[in-house]
């Protein structure tokens, strides 16, 4: 009976049945059970002819071998049935299927179009199929390779590979090299199942080819395996539509989604793509500013200084270091320092003792703890040297004559090294480019990239939000994952006695919602930004939420630290003590630590003191000598190890925890876990890169701050224009149509006619004046006088006029100590009288302050101020480092504006 094989190809496709259709004509012969793995020579002329004959001879499954199940039996029978044909095996020698190959059901295997592996056929079925394609991929390579054509081209066009009868073709083609390889004894039901589906031999064919063709180019017997006629004919028929039906799954194939975020793999490649993007992106422009730095830091140590016809001689320095050198402009450098000692701190920082050499004092100088220097050798006459250490000004010594530095840990430095015994100078640059803060930059773009969709990564919701589209965030919505919607306060009486408008409940609801991955608050000036967060966190807690605030300077983070120390948290600071404000050490880590350890420590050091005496008095005894050493160096070991332990135990049972952006990279910080919360203050200031180092820490976050005010500071034109200069906080706002930002709408610092214009410039007329300071003026104070000056909300004085200037000398100068700042000193008198005006109507110095974006004005400024006593508590700071304060009386010193820009 013969079988219409262009009328049955379904037999062959990935949507093959279970068991063969009665309708089918198929010719059924039954297998010799006495020699089943040897094929009879009737059965190999069939199967070699059945090409020729385009027809199929199929053998049905052996009752017997433990294949199936008879009915009835139990599980020992069949055990028992399993062993006798192992044995069997065993002993003629054949390959024998294993207790699990030989318990597969067939009835499951053409379910899919997938190629059945060694899970569904067993490890010696797929090794027939291996020898047998392997036979027929020599077959055809070797045809190609003895130049024979003609063979390839009549196959090609009598099976039409790239047409679903060519693949039914395919199967009979591989017929007669898969009946000239021996069955596995026991496996026979299995081997004709897999010999006649279409995806597995296609599969098999494929890698053995390859095999083949690589073997060839090794031997030099072709050039590349790739350009060869049968490969290209192989992915002709592999890249064809009927093709890729064919090996199509037939059941519904459930769509694979991210088991954390409950989106489609396809969309998770995606925000992969473009997280990789942005990191490879951002590390280019950091790279590009951090090459800025480095120039701009060595142009500042080689300055000298360089006067203009213009500018003021600088002061006189009352002290010489030694005699005969020259005077120290600025006295931003002290030479001729001897190193006396060092010592490890917490955080393993090196402290280094600087002494002045001779008997002469430090000279008077402008360096404060938590200025960042430079530390290097320098010859008589003070010149540096090229290579240098950085470090921030620990203290100055009380004594006037000596100065800690506070050093990065650097075992076997040689740099450091040659410090010792040699003359050390010291110097001050403000532009000092910090290889930390780039380092840590660059960790957090590599941690984003690599851990970013990990299931395992607690911020997933936050990278999801932050890098996917409307639709991936909508979806994380529907499946309960994320949720946009405010959260219920607890106390409805909070508006009340916290005195919160609307933009702030609403803002303090969204920032309790635990489900919510991602908050913007923008707080325009005098909107009660800080008030707000203080009372979020102090909220957060109490739901028992661990909380980690950052910001990107010192000083944003210090004032947070002093609004939450009055609230009961147990807060810890986490950073360099020499750069956190005396106002709040009690609250350092570096304190707590200290404090804690104190009895400690004293103990420690009674002991040693008892050993270093006992090893005096053993000078002669080695033994003793060195057992007495060994116990010292222990001492060194327990107070470490106790150091490390504290602080573990501070961090730990810290509520909130306070640092800098790039302070939370400290391994002290990553160690305690992941925080429930972040909170990023003034955002808008910091480069995202940095603000990344913080969020990677946490399940989600509150960006906190105003893109309308402060940028982050950059130094390369280049990476400002590639888009370093903008923050996360200013692009997650313009995400998925705002969905992610709630904005502060009601002011409550300024006079209307100030906080008018900043509304109708910057915040699309939405900032309102609270009834209490819309017409505030300082004339309303019972101690202030009534004049045209406090009645004024709002002075705007030209200092260059068209045709004049209000003022002698008010045009600007270079910094003559080589800074690169500028100053006006005409403006600065102009200032000067305007405070004295106010002080003499009776506001108070400390509700003063004068700002200015130039560091040269501003300590032009303050040389003006201490001329009048009076004028002692008037705070002069430049404009970002009074970001997030208030007084009552603010003075601006913009010089420099031509009349059309003011």
Known sequence: MSLDLFSSRFLFSSGAAKKLPSRRRVTFVAAAPSSP??????RSQDASSSSRQRSVRATPLSPSKGVSRPAGSNGRTRRRRQRK????????????PSVEEASIKVGTLYENGDPLGRKELGRCVVEWLRQGMQSMASKFASAELQGDMADLTTAALTLNWASAEGQLGFVIQAQPYLSSIPMPKGLESLCFKACTHYPT???HFQRELRGVLLSYQNQGLIYDWRSTQTWKLLKEMANSTHHRAAVRRTTPRTKAVHSSIGISLKK???????????VRHMSELLRIERDAELE??????????????????SKPVEYLVTHGQAQQEQCDTICNLSVISSSTGLGGLHLVLFRIEGEHKLPPTTLSPGDM??????NSRGEGATSCMQGFLYNLGEDGCSITVALESRHGDPTFSRLFGKSVRIDRIQGLADALTYERNLEALMLLQRNGLLKSNAS???????????????KMEQNCLIDWGESSLPDPRLSERCAFDDSQLRALSLGLNKKRPVLVIQGPPGTGKTVLLTELIVRAVRQGESVLVTAPSNAAVDNMVERLSRTGLNIVRVGNPARISPSVTSKSLAEIVNGRLGQFRKELERKRTDLRKDLRDCIEDDSLAA????????????LEMKEKETIMEVLSDAQVVLSTNTGAADPLIRKTGCFDLVIIDEAGQGIEPSCWIPILQGKRCILAGDHCQLAPAILSRKALEGGLGKSMMERASLLHDGLLTTRLTVQHRMHDSIASWASKEMYQGLLQSSHSVASHLLADSPVVKDTWITRCPLLLLDTRMPYGILNVDCVEHLDPAGTGSFYNDGEADIVTQHVLNLVHCGVSPSEIAIQSPYIAQVQLLREKLEEYPGLSGVEVSTVDSFQGREADAVVLSMFGQTHWEL
Do not use: H, W, Y
């Open 37 to 42: 793995s040897t094929p009879s020579p009737a």
């Open 85 to 96: 044909t192992v044995e069997g095996g065993q002993e003629q020698g054949g390959c024998v």
């Open 201 to 203: 031999l296609f599969d």
């Open 268 to 278: 998770v490649r995606l925000m992969q793509d473009r997280i990789e993007d942005f």
């Open 296 to 313: 701009f830091t060595q142009e500042e140590l080689n300055a000298t200084t360089m006067l203009d016809n213009n500018s003021k001689p």
């Open 373 to 378: 220097v430079c530390v290097r050798t320098c």
């Open 460 to 474: 997933i919701d936050v990278v999801a939000t932050l890098f996917g589209d409307s639709k991936d965030v909508m």
């Open 627 to 638: 057992g007495i050493r060994q116990l010292l160096k222990q001492l060194g070991r327990d």
